[in-house]
Structures are given as C-alpha cells and as structure tokens.
C-alpha cells in the first residue's frame, strides 16, 4: 500500500509490463522479451490465422483432389498431412486460435467468479466462508485434468460446434482455475479488511457493497496479473490434454492440438514424425513464451529473487506482489515458481 | 481449515483460514496438530465424492450413458428400475456415501466387474509408474538444482532455469511421443508401449497372489528376462513423467538453495574459506530440503493428473488408462469408485506429508 505516499512516476514507467522490461536486466530482461516475443507472436498468428493458413482446418481436398493421409511433407502441405487427411500446417496455425480463445473465456469465467467469490467470501466471512475455504481446498488438491475431463462430459455429451466446443472446454477450466483466484483474493481481503481505511470507511456509513467493491476489491486486484499469465499457460496445456485424451473439440468444430496429437501416437511406431511434432512444438513453444513472461514478472516482484535492478526505476508497488496461483509458501527461503505444474 | 497443507498454502503477512487449532489451542502441540489434521481428511474426500456424484448425474442415470440406445426402452427401463436408479437423487445419493464408506463402490456397467477389483488389478501399476517418476524426478531435480543455484545468475542457471521451464511447458504426452520417435523407433533401444512384453506378461499372470506391481512379480518369478523386459518398458514412461516433476524440483531447490545462501550462517562459513561449492553441498542445501517435501504432496496430485496422459500415451495399463476407457464408455459407476480412491490418495497423502513437515519443523504447527 505504497502507492499513496510514493512519487509519481512518468506514465512509461507504470505500464504495467513495459516497467518490468525497464526494471529489470540482464538474464531477467533476456527471459522476459523471449516471453513476450512468443507471447506476441502466438497472438498474432492467431488472429491474423485466417491469411497464414493455406487451407482451412477440417478441409480434406483442394483443386487437386484430395490431400490423402499422412503424406509427408511437400510444397504443398508444409508439414504434411495427418491420419484423417487434414493439412498439417494449417491445423497448427488454426489451433492457436483457439488456444487463444479458449484462453480469454477460461480466464475471464475464472477471474470473474473466483474474485467474487473470493471477495463475498473474504469479506463477509462466517460459515459461508467456511465452507466455501473447504471446497476450494478439495478441489485445489485433486488431479485438475481429471475434474476437467468430468466436466467436460457433463457439459459436452457429443457437442461439435466450434462455440459449443471452445465453451465445453474453457468451462472445464474455468471449474480448475476458480479456487485458485478464489484462495488468492480471499487472503487478500482478509488482510485489507483490517486496514484503516476500510474501517474509517464502515464508520463514515459507507455500504457494505461500496466497501468492497471500491475500497477492498482495487486493492486486492494488483496480484492478478501473476495469477493470469501463469494460468493461461496451464489452460493451454489442460486443453490439450482435454483433446488429448478425446475430450476435447471435434476437429471438424475447431483446430485443436491435443486431438493432433492423439492421432500422431498411432503415427509414430511408422516412423512418421510431422503428424505429431508441429502440434507438439505449437504447444511447447505457446506455453513456454506465457510461462518465461509470468515467471519473470513474478521474479521480478519478488525481492528475494531480483537480481539488482536498473537504478532509475524504483520497485515502488510491486514490491510485494510475489504470488502464485496456490499461495506463497511460508517456508525457510520462500518457494517460488512451483506453481508451474500444478496439474 | 485448508485441507491441503496448513503450512503450505498460507501466503506470509495474513492471515487466512485460521485453523480451529490457531484460534483455540494456543499451542496444543505435535497430537492435537496431528489429529486436526486427520480429521480433516474426512470433508476433502466427502466434498470430492460429492461433487463427482453430482456432476456426473445432471447427465442422467448411468444405465442410460453407458447402454442408451443399445437396448430397446422397455428393457433400459427394466434395468434402470432394477438398479434403482428412478429413486430420488438424494436417496440415492446417501445409499451412495454408504456405500463408499463401506469401502464398497459397486459394479462397472460396461464390464460388469466390482469396482473394488478393478482398483486392485490396475491400482498396481499406477503407484509403479508413480514411483519411478519419482524417482526420475529427484535425480534431475535436486542436483541440477543444487547446480543451478550455483551458477546463480551466470549462463550455467540460465539454461537449468530454461530446461525446467520447457520441462514444464511439454506435455507428458508430446515429451512421451517425442521419446518414442528417438529411443523406440529410430534407435530401437526401448519398447514403444506396454508394461513388458507378451510373453512376461503371460508369466507374469501365472504368478499366484500377483501383486500387479510387476517389477515385484518379476523379482518373485526369478527370472531376470522379466526383470529386465519389465525395467525396460518403464523407461520411456518415467522419464515422461518424471521430467515433469523433475523441472518442477529444481526450480524449487534453486530457489531454495539462494534463499538459504543468504543466510547469516551460510555467511559465517563463506567467511572461514568454506568454498563455494562445498556451501551449497553441505551448508545449504539440507535446509532448502525442507519446503520440497511440503510440496511433494501437491506434487502427487500433479503425478495422479499426468499418470492419466502418460499411461494413455504409453498404453500403460494402470488406474487412468482404465478410467479413460471408462470415461469413454461413459461408465460412471467405474469412474466414481476410481475418482473417490484418487480422492482419499490426495487427501492422505497430504495429512501424511503435513505430518512428516511438523516433525521436521516445529515452526508449522499451529
């Protein structure tokens, strides 16, 4: 809570994400622009995915008739094509798009309900709190992949389209992510709830919904950030396991990975490596630039493990925001950046 | 009040979820800390129990997910009136949690087998793969974490940090796809998929009293083919599921390697010529042991989840190969029994490594 009594600085400086570039250096600063690079390149291949992909993602034949199965790579399919006679290449480039959205549904869902929960939670306390503090610790604990799966089936029993199956499965992640934000803004609020301000606040009358709202909920935000970038990772990889394991999105619905690369299984033991490899490396390769972002950003907040910073720009309030999805751990040391696998 | 680890999940400088034990022992000691504990295993696995039920009938009853439009109405609804399932939800939701608390789970629709059973036959080969996971994990994680911290900050840490990320960024199945290409075809050094080959495995069914896991079966036939088909086929699933893990173990000891070199102690040494390298073996590293072994709970779960992609990658024939197949025959008697043992796993294992945590260190009990 420092931002009140510390000087402004200039607007560059507080971007977000362009003051942790500023911040911090070497090694740091060569993780954290790999990270947003590949971000940035993931994100604009999937929005512009319409001009890149020579074909369309459940299209089986071109001007020359059909593709066929599992023909190596050539001029015309870049990377080859799979086992169901689909283009390699452009199903890679048509699954970042819906990695993307599935990612922007999950997350928004999970942040949406999980702070209010955790708010309402926190805040109001009593048995309601209680309870909820239980569930969201059961859940937290169990495989998250397999509650993913379950909802999944409850929520899909056979749907096919390409909204009905993104939703199916940013639903199915969205049940995984909400006790984490749940757990991350209810300790929050539990602390701010005892700050000064929110009691001179309660005693000038201000309603209750007013309180938190405007007083606990801007303050118990900063930390989501974190929070956000290390999830869309883990969306990424829940998925494709989703897809992976046949709960997923249809093909002719949507471009999805982790089906790609159930049918390379079967592939593989013939020697034919592209079916699998580029979905493969899309992943690898997606998740590892969000991760290199969210891991610096969570170095960077964290005292103990930034490297001396650039001099001109002040750690200021980001000082102690080191946060991971499940709560830091209170141990000799401090733990960071074990939350990476928490699936 | 948190079930998964009192001391873990507590973010410093607040104050959340005091336990029962903060707010009225007021010290109560290594017993009471230890009974809590346990007694809170109870609502982790009840809350999951109920929550799986649930879910699983807004779809409907089993009878029809698993044999609709199999059979003919009439006889569908023959077989759903025989198993009860046109009873209210709630009534059979208590004869359910009876059940589950008698250690009873039913029978599969899709093969007919007690549900008991089937977590028996395949319950063996999922804590096998599990166990040499493990294994794999703490031979990459803690010393190339030890390295790692080492090297703090110089180009050593640099590439440790980023293998670790892309440990964590390949998915079990694609690190496992990637490894078949190299190792089973085009080296031909390792089986593609299996737990061992046809002929072990049909010595190995022979086996009386077969324990399932089959590196102990293979022991007991004497036969040092097995042994060694066995420890084969393992090697490729491991090492999937074990650099997962493994990336997560060395990130962690890094830090807390760092974070223990700070110390006044570790100082102290530095200052009477203690190198460098001998700190960070001796001096530091014990320390930094400590919070691994809080996580290696959460890191169970974490193998549970992966054990379902790794045995479904390699045609492993363990607890998550088979609850995909049921899964996939939307057999959800089967998948409630399996999902309600994952449930007591998670949840024990978690009492069991708070426990071993505030043996070790004082400083966690409330």
Redesign the interface.
């Given at each position: 809570m420092t931002a009140a009594t510390a000087p402004r600085r200039r607007l560059v400086d507080r971007l977000p994400v362009v003051h942790q570039v500023r911040q911090s250096v070497?090694?740091q600063r060569?993780?954290l622009v790999v990270g947003l690079v590949l971000t940035g390149v993931f994100v604009l291949v999937a929005i512009s995915a319409p001009l890149l992909a020579p074909y369309g993602y459940n299209q089986l034949r071109g001007e020359a008739g059909a593709f066929g199965s599992r023909q190596p790579p050539s001029a015309e399919h870049l990377w080859g094509t799979t086992v169901g006679g689909f283009d390699v290449f452009s199903r890679v480039i048509w699954g970042t798009q819906t990695a993307l959205l599935v990612i922007i549904v999950a997350v928004v869902l999970s942040i949406f309900i999980g702070v209010l929960l955790g708010l309402v939670s926190g805040y109001l306390g009593g048995w309601v709190d209680?309870v909820l503090?239980?569930?969201a610790?059961?859940?937290?604990?169990?495989?998250?992949?397999?509650l993913a799966?379950?909802?999944a089936?409850?929520i899909s029993?056979g749907q096919s389209s390409l909204l009905g199956g993104v939703m199916a499965a940013a639903i199915s992640i969205t049940v995984v992510f909400i006790p984490q934000y749940f757990?991350?803004i209810?300790?929050?609020t539990?602390?701010i709830k005892?700050e000064a301000f929110v009691e001179s606040a309660r005693v000038i009358g201000a309603p209750t919904t007013r309180i938190m709202f405007r007083h606990v909920l801007r303050n118990a935000t900063r930390t989501l950030p974190l929070i956000f970038t290390l999830n869309s990772?883990e969306a990424i990889?829940t998925l494709?396991?989703l897809g992976?394991?046949?709960?997923g999105i249809e093909p002719t619905a949507a471009a999805e990975w982790?089906y790609d690369?159930?049918k390379?299984?079967a592939d593989?033991?013939s020697?034919i490596?592209w079916t699998?490899?580029f979905p493969?490396l899309a992943?690898?390769?997606a998740?590892?630039g969000i991760?290199?972002v969210g891991?610096s950003l969570n170095d960077l907040a964290d005292p103990?493990?930034r490297?001396r910073r650039a001099a001109a720009v002040g750690a200021g309030d980001v000082a102690?925001t080191s946060?991971v999805p499940?709560?830091?751990?209170?141990?000799?040391?401090?733990?960071?950046?074990?939350e990476?696998?928490?699936? | 009040m948190t079930t998964t680890g009192v001391p873990v999940e507590t973010p410093p400088g607040t104050a959340p979820a005091a336990p029962a034990a903060k707010t009225r022992g007021g010290g109560g000691g290594l017993g009471r800390y230890i009974l809590i504990r346990f007694l809170l295993i109870f609502p982790t696995v009840f809350i999951l129990v109920t929550l799986v039920f649930l879910l699983m009938r807004t779809t409907g009853d089993p009878i029809t997910a698993a044999l609709g439009g199999r059979l003919p109405p009439d006889q569908l609804a023959e077989r759903i009136r025989e198993a009860g399932y046109d009873r209210p939800l709630l009534v059979q939701y208590l004869e359910y949690l009876g059940q589950v608390f008698t250690g009873n789970f039913g029978t599969t629709i899709s093969d007919n087998r007690p549900v008991i059973e089937v977590l028996f036959t395949y319950g063996g080969a999922t804590l096998e793969l599990a166990f040499y996971s493990l294994i794999v994990a703490f031979l990459v994680g803690i010393p190339l974490g030890m390295v790692a911290a080492y090297f703090r900050d110089r180009w050593g840490d640099a590439v440790l940090r980023i293998f670790a990320i892309f440990c964590y960024a390949t998915p079990v199945f694609f690190a496992g796809l990637l490894l078949k290409l190299i190792f089973s075809v085009q080296l031909g050094w390792l089986p593609v998929a299996g737990r061992a080959s046809t002929r072990s495995e049909l010595d190995l069914t022979l086996l009386d009293n077969a324990t399932g896991i089959y590196l102990i079966d293979a022991i007991r036939t004497g036969n040092s083919d097995i042994i060694q088909d066995v420890l084969l086929h393992a090697v490729l699933p491991a090492i999937a599921l074990g650099l997962l893990t493994g990336g997560i173990f060395l990130r962690l000891v890094r830090t807390n390697v760092i974070g223990t070199l700070g110390r006044d102690y570790v100082d102290a040494a530095r200052s009477r010529g203690v190198s460098e390298f001998r700190l960070v073996r001796k001096h530091a590293y014990k320390p930094a042991l400590i919070p691994i072994i809080t996580v290696i709970g959460l890191q169970i779960a974490m193998l549970l989840g992966g054990a379902v992609l790794t045995e479904t990658t390699f045609e492993w024939k363990g607890l998550g190969f088979q609850l995909v197949e049921y899964l996939q025959a939307r057999d959800f008697v089967a998948v409630q029994g399996i999902v309600a043992l994952l449930a007591v796993i998670v949840a024990v294992t978690n009492f069991l490594v708070d426990i071993i945590a505030a043996l070790i260190d004082p400083r966690v009990r409330y």
């Open positions: 070497g090694l060569f993780m209680r503090v239980v569930v610790d059961a859940v937290y604990a169990f495989p998250s992949l397999l799966i379950v909802v089936i409850v029993g757990r991350v209810r300790a929050e539990v602390r005892a990772s990889l494709a396991g992976f394991l046949g709960f982790g690369l159930n390379a299984i593989v033991t020697g490596w699998g490899l493969g992943i690898v390769f998740v590892l991760t290199l891991e103990r493990l490297q102690e946060v499940g709560g830091v751990l209170d141990a000799p040391g401090g733990i960071d950046g074990l990476g696998g928490a699936r | -």
